[in-house]
């Protein structure tokens, strides 16, 4: 499964977007050109994307829209329960928190916590909110997976670096600043070679959309065709 | 301005994220070379996504920061005024309207809409929540040009509806589900076909992140190297 592109990875996500709303649809059957007009990327990338993993249709016949779900959900790792903890449970925290659908894929969150007095002991979602300063402990005794970075950008170093020291493996950050994972030190590691295996980060940019939205708004002629070359 | 890829434009969004936190560190100066690795994406990728829009370095001697930021700036359309509404004022739509970072692009909300008669007349924000049945008088006498959505999955698509009959050109929608603009009907046009030229719809996948987090964690030796061909 080597040099398989980021890009591929994310289109996996949409195409298994897609394919859990077929199934709400009752529609039963798709293909590389229907996954594809609805994806926004061509045939040829969809049936690229999904070669990399192995062979899911039969050719000529499409795709059959369960097997080829529960296919990229094993793909992807969401056929496992995956512990989470929030930092930051201001607005944004609280909204992830809430936001409809982590359960589906078993995202469990298993630890809120903050550094703000205010919110220290309150209760949201059923878990009482903790301070970060807790964190290292309350690893010690619950396995956390991964980690989502909810607080404000001049926090968001910090705060991940909090997460690494406490051992959890992956990232997913909300801050409205880019975290690279080569800036946060690894316990029990000096090493920043190449050879370095740390913290894994996603950075989620919440305004990425309002920005591509406003380019497309004055550029409606460039969003209809995806080009063969270049999809995505 | 043809044949630009989307991603592409996912791309320019990135690289201006990277500029402005450059800019915030005083850095002054950078190249293809540092943009690529704070953007996990080659070089030649760099140079060939800002080659669409014009030239904007001096060979041999990279790019000045406030300069090229200006300049995507521009490309982007954010050098201008978008009047925002958010339709659906729940916790999610309340963390949009307060999330930071989006007044720097002269984002401005100008409505809140919603249908809960417990949220309706309540201020967020200092904008007081409207029923979504007056959206359509609310645009004939305020300019809107971008509407995002922040509600159930199974409202988006009436909610979409309402912004197109209220002539809003483009949405943003963060509900857990994917509209196609082709589902859309375009006030006082019957015509879907290819000629459409309707509402722009981007989908802000809230849950994207956390799925290809759970890839990486468990496929961490595919994260290190974008590969030459499909870098994105």
Do not use: C
Request: net charge neutral.
């Amino acid at each position: 499964m080597a040099e398989i592109p980021t890009a591929a990875i994310s289109r996996l996500v949409t195409y298994l977007r897609i394919l859990e709303q077929l199934e709400l649809q009752d529609v039963s059957r798709t293909s590389s050109t229907d996954l594809a007009e609805r994806a926004g990327v061509t045939a040829f990338q969809v049936r690229k994307d999904l070669a990399y993993f192995g062979r899911f249709g039969t050719r000529g016949m499409g795709y059959t829209v369960p097997i080829l779900k529960r296919e990229l959900v094993r793909v992807l790792g969401l056929n496992r329960t995956w512990n989470v903890v929030i930092v930051g449970v201001g607005r944004l925290g609280q909204a992830i928190a809430n936001y409809p659908g982590a359960s589906d894929y078993q995202f469990q969150y298993v630890g809120l916590f903050d550094v703000n007095p205010d919110l220290i002991g309150t209760q949201v979602r059923g878990l009482r909110v903790q301070h970060l300063d807790t964190l290292r402990d309350f690893t010690q005794t619950q396995t956390v997976d991964m980690g989502f970075l909810a607080v404000p950008p001049d926090r968001a170093q910090d705060a991940a670096q909090s997460l690494a020291d406490a051992s959890v493996k992956g990232i997913l950050n909300f801050a409205p600043t880019v975290i690279q994972p080569r800036t946060i030190e690894r316990p029990g590691h000096t090493d920043l070679s190449d050879e370095w295996r740390g913290v894994i980060v996603e950075n989620v940019d919440f305004l990425a959309g309002m920005k591509r939205l406003a380019f497309y708004i004055l550029n409606p002629h460039l969003k209809d065709a995806p080009t063969p070359e270049d999809p995505a």
